[in-house]
């Protein structure tokens, strides 16, 4: 198992001292190490009839040697030299052959939602320049045919003759192009290369100890870097089958859990809420291991009610966009899990700085020990920048400044407490979201909270918080909402103001628009 406890910094770079150094990037990825293509000719030899892929909803399924014939075809209609290719698909057998034909073959991949806005339809037309557009009919991306693009129809199992035998190209290495998410800032660009894309589903195979007979499903979305990564690619270093649903449905996730043998999920907190909401009794398999939740942080509260209720143990993971996914993950039990925190480092380097607004030296300054501070990450799976040079400030030397607040324990274990554009500043003090909403999930029959900042001609910002309750709120929630933040925070943390609504306003991957959110709490 390849993790990288991060222990002793404090020995190496004390508060003050020398900046911090990375990681060798790419020198890490030995020539002994998979790809993505030779992982895939290899398990088409030895596990030619096992699943890869299967369809949750329909059930349709592909083996691993049609898979590589797929692959084989749908790079012969991309050609062999480079093209960009925009894909709307809905997740499934399709959007996988496309995504592995791109990443083999030499070309650029650029997954968007199949709903997605013609403004970023727009942008992605005039940045870009796509020679491709793959989606389920000519007619939902006419606007990018009429600017130039040629419309790849998605190839379909079912047309392939089975003594189909097309001509194995060179193996390329392409590139993965994603919007990040922009929750708290404007959202960027950055490219990912298949080799950084391998290394981590490699880390993530070995960490949550993929083996051929394990069967993982995913309901996110391809359009983001969980589902096609931990999930397909990290199935595909083990021999393994990957589930594919198109979107998440509570009705069905138990069924698809028994249907289809699955030993291990991949979902985010949003998904766990609701799971916990269901009133129906659900008989769970015991060969499922682990539930794995990643996208943003998962509610103490939640993680325990989750494992009592069910009796699976909940992997919380901690991933980035410009990580190609994975960068900490709780072990498996035995091992030693702490709710709250999101594990240790896998594959990577971390450390804790000095963020960027009170670091005014160069490099990289660690933190004492235990002290919060901005998380930091370097290594083979960390890309070099935005395309564009946009944010360029948040890579330095080989690392990464993630944005993300933290602090690791005396183990090692990363505890994330924020993002710097959510801390809240009232007057002189600092308040950090998580803290407060953590102490609100307390409260019974409380489903959902964030909090944010609200200008305030006093003080600057002041903190509030949106509550999703199984109920209406009444003063008396009002009340005791208050009894509990005054028995836990100090009084500078505590919310003026608790405002219902329906549900918290995220992005398809799961994480709080809080931006949304603080335009809500203004008006």
């Known amino acids: 198992m390849t993790i990288a406890f991060d222990m002793s910094l404090e020995d190496n770079f004390p508060f003050g001292g020398r900046p911090l150094h990375s990681l060798p990037d790419v020198a890490q990825r030995s020539a002994s190490h998979p790809t993505l293509y030779t992982r895939l000719v290899s398990d088409a030899d030895r596990y030619p009839d096992v699943a890869f892929v299967i369809e949750a909803e329909t059930g349709e399924a592909c083996d691993y040697r049609t898979m590589l014939r797929a692959v084989h075809i749908a790079q012969g209609l991309l050609g062999d030299q480079p093209r960009t290719i925009v894909l709307l698909m809905p997740p499934g057998i399709a959007t996988s052959i496309i995504w592995l034909a791109a990443l083999t073959g030499g070309h650029t991949i650029i997954p968007l939602a199949p709903d997605v806005g013609q403004a970023e339809r727009s942008q992605v037309m005039a940045r870009f320049h796509p020679h491709l557009i793959t989606a389920a009919s000519d007619a939902e991306v006419a606007d990018f045919v009429a600017a130039g693009a040629r419309y790849l129809p998605p190839l379909q199992i079912s047309e392939l003759a089975p003594d189909t035998k097309p001509n194995r190209p060179d193996p390329k290495p392409g590139k993965l192009v994603l919007h990040t998410s922009g929750t708290t800032g404007d959202p960027k660009w950055i490219a990912l290369d298949a080799e950084a894309i391998a290394w ?230 600092t308040i950090a979201p998580r803290a407060i909403e953590e102490i609100l999930m307390q409260l019974p029959d409380m489903h959902e909270v964030a909090v944010v900042g609200r200008p305030d001609g006093d003080y600057g910002e002041v903190p509030v918080a949106f509550v ?40 398809p991957s799961g994480k709080i628009q809080r931006g949304v959110l603080r335009d809500l709490a203004s008006a």
């Not at 100890?209 to 996110?220: E, M, V, Y």
């Not at 070099?384 to 690791?408: E, H, I, K």
């Open 200 to 429: 981590t589903a490699e880390q993530i195979r070995l960490h949550h100890h993929l083996q051929a007979r394990d069967r993982g499903l995913t309901p996110l979305p391809f359009f983001h870097i969980n589902a096609p990564v931990v999930t397909l690619c990290a199935s595909l270093m083990a021999g393994a089958t990957a589930i594919i649903a198109r979107r998440f449905s509570q009705r069905s996730f138990w069924d698809w859990i028994e249907r289809y043998e699955v030993t291990w999920a991949s979902v985010v907190p949003t998904i766990v809420a609701f799971l916990l909401r269901d009133p129906l009794q659900h008989t769970v398999p015991e060969r499922l291991r682990f539930v794995r939740s990643a996208s943003s942080p998962l509610p103490v509260k939640d993680l325990v009610a989750f494992e009592e209720r069910f009796g699976i143990p909940i992997i919380e993971t901690y991933g980035l966009t410009e990580a190609c996914s994975q960068v900490c993950a709780n072990p498996l039990p035995p091992g030693r899990r702490i709710p709250g925190s999101v594990g240790y480092p896998v594959g990577v380097q971390l450390a804790i700085c000095l963020p960027r607004e009170q670091d005014d030296l160069e490099g990289l300054r660690p933190v004492p020990p235990g002290s919060q501070g901005e998380i930091c990450v370097s290594g083979p799976s960390i890309a070099r920048g935005y395309l564009d040079g946009v944010s360029a400030s948040a890579f330095q030397d080989g690392w990464f400044r993630t944005g993300d607040l933290g602090y690791q324990d005396e183990h090692g274990a990363l505890f994330i407490t924020g993002r710097i554009r959510e801390i809240i500043k009232r007057g002189g003090e």
């Open 468 to 507: 999703v309750t199984g109920h209406p709120w009444t003063p008396a929630d009002t009340s005791a909402a208050m009894r509990i933040c005054r028995a836990h925070l100090s009084a500078f943390q505590i919310p003026v103001a608790f405002l219902p609504i329906e549900a918290l306003p995220r992005t």
